[in-house]
């Protein structure tokens, strides 16, 4: 079940629709944040100090931002929230550096670090899910907030975790594929802009209904309501 309080009048900008789109919003940020520093703690913890060094795990994150998809990804995504659409709210960052060699196992700490991010958006979706089963329906702008914590926390999770390449998913994929066909696969990374442009514009449909599909299998044991 999804609360009809989420839900604006459709592909109409409304201040419901504006309000709802500035909870994801304020959700989106930390998730982002947490999801690189976690990449980057975990890497540090495997004796791979190269995010460190670039700044992965400073503040202010300036080091994270990428144009296309710290700001104008988002940025258009919640327009549409804003219009009442029920779009998958979604970031990412620039890609982390990291230097593989000096990993102990490079294929199992690989994905260890790959896993950190998404995990770190799953906890956040549980914690703020147990949160918004306390609060219940009955308390107004906080559930609201709530719910579009849970909703951007397990859009995270889901998304980076597709085999979509420049994502978590894809590296963890690449990681077990033989030495040609991962090289090409993870040429493909560069283009991720293009990925991302592809699945939310041209292949939206198809994609888009299966990462809600899997968002709402994750969000009602954690909140009790579909995401979607």
């Not at 029920?86 to 790959?114: E, G, Q, W």
């Not at 040429?187 to 809600?212: A, C």
């Not at 899997?214 to 579909?226: D, K, R, T």
């Amino acid at each position: 079940m999804r609360p009809a309080f989420a839900t604006p009048a459709l592909a109409a900008i409304t201040l419901e629709g504006i309000r709802f789109a500035l909870y994801l919003l304020v959700a989106l940020v930390p998730n982002l944040l947490f999801h690189e520093y976690a990449h980057a703690a975990a890497a540090q913890r495997l004796n791979d100090r190269t995010a460190r060094f670039y700044g992965r795990l400073s503040f202010p994150p300036k080091e994270f931002v990428d144009p296309f998809g710290t700001l104008i990804l988002p940025g258009f995504l919640l327009v549409l929230a804003a219009a009442g659409v029920s779009v998958p709210v979604f970031a990412y960052a620039k890609p982390m550096p990291r230097n593989p060699n000096v990993l102990a196992r490079p294929t199992r700490d690989t994905n260890l670090i790959a896993l950190a991010g998404p995990l770190a958006n799953l906890a956040i979706a549980i914690l703020i899910g147990l949160l918004l089963r306390v609060v219940g329906l009955g308390a107004g702008e906080l559930t609201l907030l709530l719910f579009a914590a849970v909703q951007v926390s397990v859009t995270f999770f889901v998304f980076y975790l597709m085999p979509i390449p420049g994502l978590d998913g894809a590296l963890m994929l690449g990681s077990v594929l033989p030495p040609r066909p991962r090289e090409v696969y993870r040429n493909l990374d560069q283009y991720l802009p293009l990925w991302i442009l592809l699945i939310f514009f041209l292949l939206g449909s198809p994609v888009l209904s299966f990462v809600r599909v899997l968002a709402n299998a994750v969000c009602q044991p954690i909140s009790g309501f579909e995401c979607f």
